[in-house]
């Protein structure tokens, strides 16, 4: 599980909901400066929620960038993994943002939302360097302007996402695919729904004005409290996409990682005339990688922490393979997961991995990610009134 640091500022930034988090009796916590909820209730009882039913989560730490202008997605190509220049209206992809080394810088969800013009979502932590980088590498007539102040993130996540979306917004959210984003007219100009989330779960991220953001968070949870919802802090949002096999940025990868290495090569358009770190990783493709990113499960014993060295055992002797970067324990899968690096040799699934914890030997082994495949998705609520409902359009 990630770590989060307390003491990292000394006075954190707080998003539109901090009100609405401490009425609820959240346990908060300072995460690369901003105040937000680790928990409401207990994090296995919120993970659980996800999978089960529902949750949302206030993501409003994270930065929104938008990239504008008649060369934006030539900008946006240049600096991205991803074939930005075959992503139409409507659509987003998940990309690598590199160095020249082909280290990540971070990674991103790029939504286009309109004819030159594109929404970038980047990580709280990375979000002043993100936006610098951009910047220094724009080019022509291209706008790169952080408005991430002002404006809220709500994931709503979970198999009856979708019903109660449709209930609270008055809209056919079914037609959205995986990966698509539409406006909502009558939150303004800049509010947008997208079916995108980070728990691997069906579910949908609501972009808006702050204004909206307590009106939206307070009908949802009024909706949806029939049907099990919960509020969702930062901890079940990392035993979630750990179970789904998701990367975090700064723990398993960071800007010495390269896309092959943490099993993101594809989201690399090689074959693009040129991006930032192109010539590293054609070079790292043909001498290979020396490290492999592995998901590991254990039928019983401790979860893997963060730094725990790996070992193969040959003739009952150990020898180190690799580190651990993410564990945690799967309510659903009723067992512990980890995931990091190993050598490739050991990397195939099947392979047995052991640790250490307090000198006592334990045994993993290397499974396909992700760890949990995902819920089916729930039909469409009938058509029916609901009082308090948000009449809202979502074009699709």
């Not at 609501?206 to 949870?221: C, E, K, N, S, T």
């Not at 398993?252 to 990783?281: C, H, Q, R, Y």
Request: neutral net charge; proline residues 6%; charged residues 20%.
């Amino acid at each position: 599980m990630a770590r989060f640091n307390s003491r990292e500022m000394m006075s954190p930034q707080k998003t539109a909901l901090y009100d609405r988090h401490r009425q609820l009796g959240a346990k908060m916590t300072d995460f690369h400066g901003w105040e937000m909820p680790l928990y409401y209730t207990s994090i296995l009882d919120e993970h659980r929620a996800v999978r089960q039913a529902l949750g949302i989560f206030d993501i409003s730490h994270m930065g929104q960038v938008f990239v504008t202008g008649p060369q934006a997605s030539q900008t946006l190509n240049r600096l991205m993994t991803s074939d930005v220049s075959q992503l139409p209206q409507g659509r987003a992809c998940y990309t690598l943002m590199l160095n020249e080394s082909g280290g990540i810088i971070d990674d991103l969800i790029v939504y286009c939302i309109g004819p030159e013009a594109y929404l970038v979502i980047v990580n709280c932590a990375n979000r002043a360097i993100d936006v610098a980088w951009m910047q220094s590498h724009g080019i022509g007539q291209t706008t790169i302007a952080d408005l991430s102040e002002g404006r809220s993130i709500v994931a709503v996540q979970g198999p009856t996402a979708c019903r109660v979306l449709e209930q609270v917004l008055d809209a056919k959210v079914t037609s959205l695919a995986r990966f698509e984003i539409a406006p909502i007219r009558t939150m303004g100009p800049d509010a947008c729904l997208a079916r995108t989330g980070y728990t691997g779960s069906d579910g949908f991220e609501l972009f808006l004005p702050d204004r909206h953001a307590v009106r939206v968070w307070d009908m949802v949870l009024a909706a949806a409290k029939p049907l099990g919802i919960q509020p969702i802090g930062l901890g079940a949002r990392d035993t979630l996409r750990i179970e789904a096999g998701l990367r975090l940025y700064g723990t398993d990868m960071d800007s010495a990682t390269s896309p092959w290495e943490v099993g993101l090569g594809w989201t690399v358009a090689i074959n693009k005339p040129e991006f930032i770190g192109k010539s590293a990783l054609v070079q790292q493709r043909q001498t290979g990688v020396t490290r492999a990113f592995v998901g590991f499960e254990l039928s019983q014993g401790p979860v893997p922490r963060t730094g725990t060295a790996l070992f193969a055992v040959s003739d009952g002797v150990p020898t180190r393979i690799g580190q651990v970067t993410s564990g945690t324990y799967s309510p659903v899968l009723a067992k512990p997961l980890g995931m990091g690096y190993v050598e490739p040799a050991s990397a195939a699934p099947g392979t047995s991995v052991r640790f250490t914890v307090r000198n006592q030997w334990y045994t993993g082994t290397i499974v396909k990610l992700p760890f949990w495949k995902g819920d089916p998705r729930q039909p469409a609520l009938a058509n029916s009134p609901t009082p308090g409902r948000l009449t809202t359009h979502v074009d699709s």
